[in-house]
């Protein structure tokens, strides 16, 4: 699986949109890019993947590069309610049952 | 009505102990796993099973034994508990067909004193 790079912590501002990076320069063709979160206390939480296009969910929205070694996540009007651990993960396609191996994260603070 | 549910939230116990944490999920999914969360916050993988069948064991101590009497639940036990199993254990669901869009339970705080 590729290894992720993320920084350790951001903030923003409630009401406006979050972007969070992750760099995956090692990244293989058929490794998907992951994102869960994890709010204080709680189990890890699936947002989104993607491959090569963009993708946009209920959640967020994923953009990753043309060349795939980066992307961003994107929380279109943050709030309170998003502060969190965000996690990067290259993932394999195929039979990886789902094991996720979770780097350090970023610490995201959405404050008022 | 909990997707993954583990019992118990909290458990606190005394070195050389046994114990089990249990898991369920109601979501049908065939894959479920065990994960470990230590002081750090790092996240592990301990065991995957899918439809019964252990098919990850990422060299985890024989102490540490999982159990799926069917593919809606997955236990673990533990044996001679030591100070440093304390950490957090989330149990995880998943699709077979997906396999990496997890749902995870709210997680088990274990405390050895």
């Known amino acids: 699986d590729a290894k992720t790079t993320q920084p350790p912590s951001m903030d923003c501002a409630e009401g406006r949109a979050a972007n969070l990076p992750c760099n995956h320069s090692?990244?293989?063709?058929?490794?998907?890019v992951y994102w869960y979160r994890q709010i204080h206390s709680q189990g890890p939480q699936y947002i989104i993947h993607g491959l090569k296009n963009n993708e946009t969910n209920e959640m967020a929205s994923l953009i990753i590069t043309e060349d795939r070694k980066s992307s961003t996540l994107i929380l279109p009007h943050a709030t309170l309610r998003d502060t969190a651990v965000y996690y990067c993960?290259?993932?394999?396609?195929?039979?990886?049952?789902?094991?996720?191996?979770f780097g350090q994260g970023t610490i995201l603070t959405v404050h008022p | 009505d909990t997707a993954v549910s583990q019992t118990p939230k909290y458990l606190v116990t005394q070195m050389g102990n046994d114990k089990s944490i249990k898991c369920e999920q109601n979501l049908g999914h065939d894959t479920m796993y065990w994960y470990k969360q230590d002081s750090k916050k790092f996240l592990k993988i301990m065991f995957s099973?899918?439809?019964?069948?252990?098919?990850i064991n990422e060299t985890v101590p024989n102490r540490f034994s999982p159990k799926s009497p069917d593919k809606a639940h997955l236990n673990l036990h533990i044996n001679s508990l030591e100070l440093g199993d304390s950490a957090v254990y989330f149990c995880?669901?998943?699709?077979?067909?997906?396999?990496?869009?997890?749902?995870f339970g709210q997680g088990t705080r274990l405390t050895v004193v």
């Open positions: 090692t990244i293989s063709g058929n490794e998907y």
């Open positions: 995880a669901s998943s699709p077979k067909s997906s396999g990496t869009e997890a749902f």
């Open positions: 099973y899918n439809n019964k069948e252990l098919i």
């Open positions: 993960i290259g993932i394999a396609g195929g039979t990886s049952y789902g094991k996720l191996t």
